[in-house]
């Protein structure tokens, strides 16, 4: 009775990938985006002369490179690379019987997965710099741009818990069944997920194969076929490196997560706290400890716990990369902006 009933509701559970599944291909790839780009920043600063373009194109390079390996994807397993990882397929309607996606719903989804991510992205980064050209003073010259400037620092935080936020209701309602797409850009690109059957993740069958094809095309369709072979092979060596880069990552986060759950044997001693300039330390509470003066824009640097003025820290941090008090290795990511209620 139990081997009939997996069959009666295995059609059921097909249909509708559950909540862990589709959130776990959610965050494959957004793992795999910071991981990659620590390893280029290694290799850019170790060699900064072979290397180094590698770091500053490096949002373009990998879109580039995604948009290569999420095509190869939707076209040979209607899927992305993160979906097929975790055995899941896209579709259009159920009732078609079409193992593939249709052109539209293919570069409706396409776009949706590398483009729309890749703004996002620029947008973000854009943000961030704009707001600390203002706090360190650093205004546009033209006051048409220095408005425009102030409107996107204000709007765009409005703009970023929306993309969140909607984000976060689609998987609540997917959740509890209201909704059969975990996403908005699922739902706008007009397909929805399910469970790709064994015969389906080895690939669409039923093409012609590659000699039928070049042996019936013209010259110009024979540069296509090729264009597709060299795009195919680089698709499927990005695809293969990510999947071991994957099960690697996986791993690490193991073994770290593990090693800091256990207490260690080996531990060393708390050492004593560096020496540090005692006039620095004796100064009063609201003054910087570099200009001396009364803190404006307060900022603390997480390394050490000092109080500074932002344009006084920042500057310092950029040329010397360490805390002016404890001298502890720091970078402009450690500074923490300090709103007190008396600023």
């Known amino acids: 009775m139990a081997e009939n009933a997996v069959h009666l509701t295995s059609a059921t559970f097909a249909s509708a990938p559950s909540i862990f599944e589709v959130l776990a291909q959610d965050s494959l790839m957004g793992s795999v985006r910071p991981a990659l780009k620590h390893a280029i920043k290694v290799l850019a600063e170790s060699k900064p002369d072979k290397f180094g373009f590698l770091l500053r194109w490096y949002d373009e390079i990998y879109t580039g490179l995604d948009f290569i390996l999420q095509?190869?994807?939707l076209h040979n397993y209607s899927a992305s690379f993160a979906e097929?990882?975790?055995?899941?397929?896209?579709?259009?309607?159920?009732?078609?019987?079409?193992?593939?996606l249709p052109r539209r719903a293919h570069w409706k989804s396409l776009i949706l997965l590398v483009i729309i991510p890749y703004l996002k992205q620029k947008l973000d980064h854009w943000f961030e710099e704009t707001r600390h050209k203002f706090n360190i003073g650093h205004h546009p010259k033209s006051p048409l741009y220095?408005?425009?400037?102030r409107v996107f620092l204000a709007v765009y935080p409005y703009i970023h818990m929306s993309w969140e936020g909607s984000m976060l209701a689609y998987q609540m309602a997917y959740m509890f069944g209201k909704i059969s797409c975990h996403s908005p850009f699922l739902h706008l690109s007009g397909t929805r997920l399910c469970h790709a059957e064994e015969k389906e993740e080895e690939g669409v069958v039923g093409r012609p194969p590659f000699s039928v094809l070049w042996s019936s095309a013209s010259l110009a369709g024979k540069l296509n076929l090729v264009t597709k072979r060299v795009l195919g092979a680089t698709a499927v060596t990005l695809s293969t490196g990510l999947s071991v880069g994957v099960f690697f990552l996986q791993f690490l986060e193991w073994w770290y997560a593990s090693e800091n759950n256990s207490p260690s044997l080996m531990a060393l001693p708390v050492p004593d706290p560096p020496e540090t300039d005692k006039d620095l330390i004796k100064t009063p509470h609201n003054v910087c400890p570099l200009c001396l003066k009364l803190r404006t824009n307060d900022t603390a640097l997480s390394t050490s716990g000092f109080v500074f003025c932002y344009p006084c820290i920042y500057d310092y941090i950029k040329q010397h990369q360490c805390c002016p008090v404890t001298s502890y290795p720091s970078r402009q990511e450690h500074l923490i902006k300090l709103y007190p209620p008396d600023s």
């Open 71 to 73: 095509n190869y994807y």
């Open 84 to 100: 097929h990882f975790y055995g899941l397929k896209r579709y259009v309607d159920e009732g078609s019987q079409s193992k593939v």
């Open 146 to 149: 220095k408005q425009l400037y």
